[in-house]
């Protein structure tokens, strides 16, 4: 439906998570399930992701690049890939905020991509619709009041219309 095609992905063992890729260019869509329920209760993004799915969220959190604090972050690790996350716990509960992920510079972005679809837009509800300090992005973030969640994110390709994913429906605008 989208054209977009996944690329990677794979076992969290420490987490207890699985997920799977699709590069978006500056940035990537990640589809995450539990493989194990009694690992990802130990671990915060595991948390995070179980969260989601308990309370039948359509989208469990949204990341930034940024960078963690080696006290309060914890590592998530997958086939010789390893980032540090910050925040899962935050964001579980509050999932118009963002959990914040750091990639060493070594390892390649999964986003990379001859791809051309990008991330153009993403809507989130909250109590606080106060701006975020976020570093400036291709993506434009949209905040409204109301309960807290991922509203919906946009997907743009050259030459196609966009393609609006949300919480309702899968639609074409």
């Given at each position: 439906?989208?054209?977009?095609?996944?690329?990677g992905?794979?076992?969290?063992?420490?987490?207890?998570t699985r997920?799977?890729?699709f590069?978006?260019?500056?940035?990537?869509?990640?589809?995450?399930?539990?493989?194990?329920h009694?690992?990802?209760?130990?671990?915060?993004?595991?948390?995070?992701?179980?969260?989601?799915?308990?309370?039948?969220?359509?989208?469990?959190?949204?990341?930034?690049?940024?960078?963690?604090?080696?006290?309060?972050?914890?590592?998530?690790?997958?086939?010789?890939?390893?980032?540090?996350?910050?925040?899962?716990?935050?964001?579980a509960?509050?999932?118009?905020?963002?959990?914040?992920?750091?990639?060493?510079?070594?390892?390649?972005?999964?986003?990379?991509?001859?791809?051309?679809?990008?991330?153009?837009?993403?809507?989130?509800?909250?109590?606080?619709v106060?701006?975020?300090?976020?570093?400036?992005?291709?993506?434009?973030?949209?905040?409204?009041?109301?309960p807290?969640?991922?509203?919906?994110?946009?997907?743009?390709?050259?030459?196609?219309?966009?393609?609006?994913?949300?919480?309702?429906?899968?639609?074409?605008?």
């Amino acid at each position: 439906m989208t054209g977009i095609a996944p690329s990677g992905g794979g076992s969290h063992h420490t987490a207890g998570t699985r997920n799977i890729i699709f590069p978006l260019g500056a940035s990537y869509l990640e589809l995450v399930t539990v493989d194990d329920h009694i690992v990802a209760a130990g671990h915060p993004f595991g948390q995070l992701v179980t969260a989601a799915l308990d309370s039948c969220r359509w989208a469990a959190g949204w990341a930034v690049a940024g960078p963690t604090d080696p006290v309060r972050a914890c590592t998530l690790e997958r086939a010789g890939v390893a980032v540090s996350v910050q925040g899962c716990d935050e964001a579980a509960a509050a999932p118009d905020r963002p959990f914040i992920l750091e990639r060493p510079s070594d390892q390649p972005f999964p986003g990379d991509t001859e791809n051309p679809t990008e991330l153009t837009r993403l809507v989130v509800t909250g109590p606080d619709v106060a701006p975020l300090a976020l570093p400036p992005g291709p993506t434009e973030l949209v905040r409204r009041p109301g309960p807290a969640a991922i509203e919906s994110f946009t997907l743009a390709r050259p030459g196609l219309p966009p393609i609006t994913l949300n919480r309702d429906l899968w639609s074409t605008r």
